[in-house]
């Protein structure tokens, strides 16, 4: 399958160091997505990747894609206690349009 | 960002009873989708709605699952008899390029 598979599985952090989680998947996709999850609550859309690009800003979060190593990571800068949350990768392939999600990193800012 | 709502947010049923989660886009939009995640699991692709028909399922998605658009505007999941390993969040999205998510609706099945 084309999953997406994050690590590390959790991160604690001090507020204001830089947090950078990392995302490997399988099989060939067409778009790499970074989602956040805050506990218990929906999916919030962070930024897409597309297959022909290898890195993306968007404010403090920066994403780089790797195909030829099936790995995308998420640099978030400036950490604050904001950004407590799950984060997730998730993959959409070539013929179908689903998206399939990791498992998430569990992402705590230390106050 | 294209608003999708959600309802009910929270759903508590008995197993066995049937449920229906429905699902508002605010604009127009041809893509729907239904994942869902189990409490401290990932989120998983239930099925693709295009066009008015499923474009594709899982296998989670079984007999006991359903999917329409009543009105041309909803859209709605629904369980005809719920078993306790339905209870999780059920998640509605659809496409813009990206796929954006409804807030979810936490059902319960007791």
């Known amino acids: 399958s084309q999953q997406g598979e994050e690590d590390p599985q959790a991160l604690s952090i001090q507020e204001g160091e830089n947090a950078t989680m990392n995302c490997s998947y399988k099989?060939?996709?067409?778009?790499l997505q970074w989602y956040r999850q805050n506990s218990g609550r929906g999916l919030v859309h962070l930024i897409l990747?597309?297959?022909?690009?290898r890195e993306k800003h968007s404010g403090r979060l920066r994403v780089t894609l790797d195909t030829s190593k099936k790995s995308s990571s998420l640099l978030i800068t400036a950490s604050r206690a904001a950004d407590t949350a799950s984060y997730f990768c998730?993959?959409?392939?070539?013929?179908?349009?689903?998206?399939?999600f990791g498992k998430g990193t569990r992402l705590h800012i230390l106050p | 960002e294209p608003e999708v709502t959600q309802t009910p947010s929270h759903q508590v049923t008995q197993m066995g009873q049937e449920v229906i989660l429905r699902c508002v886009p605010i604009?127009?939009?041809?893509?729907f989708y239904w994942y869902r995640q189990i409490l401290g699991q990932k989120v998983e692709f239930l099925v693709s709605?295009?066009?008015?028909?499923?474009?594709?399922k899982s296998e989670i998605f079984d007999d006991q699952f359903s999917v329409e658009r009543p009105d041309g505007s909803n859209f709605t999941l629904k369980i005809r008899s719920t078993k306790l390993e339905d209870s999780a969040m059920y998640f509605c999205?659809?496409?813009?390029?990206?796929?954006?998510f409804g807030p979810g609706t936490r059902l319960t099945v007791l």
């Open positions: 999205a659809i496409r813009v390029g990206e796929q954006f």
């Open positions: 990747i597309r297959s022909n690009e």
């Open positions: 709605f295009y066009n008015n028909e499923i474009s594709e």
């Open positions: 998730a993959t959409d392939g070539d013929r179908d349009d689903k998206i399939i």
């Open positions: 099989t060939s996709i067409n778009n």
């Open positions: 604009s127009n939009h041809l893509y």
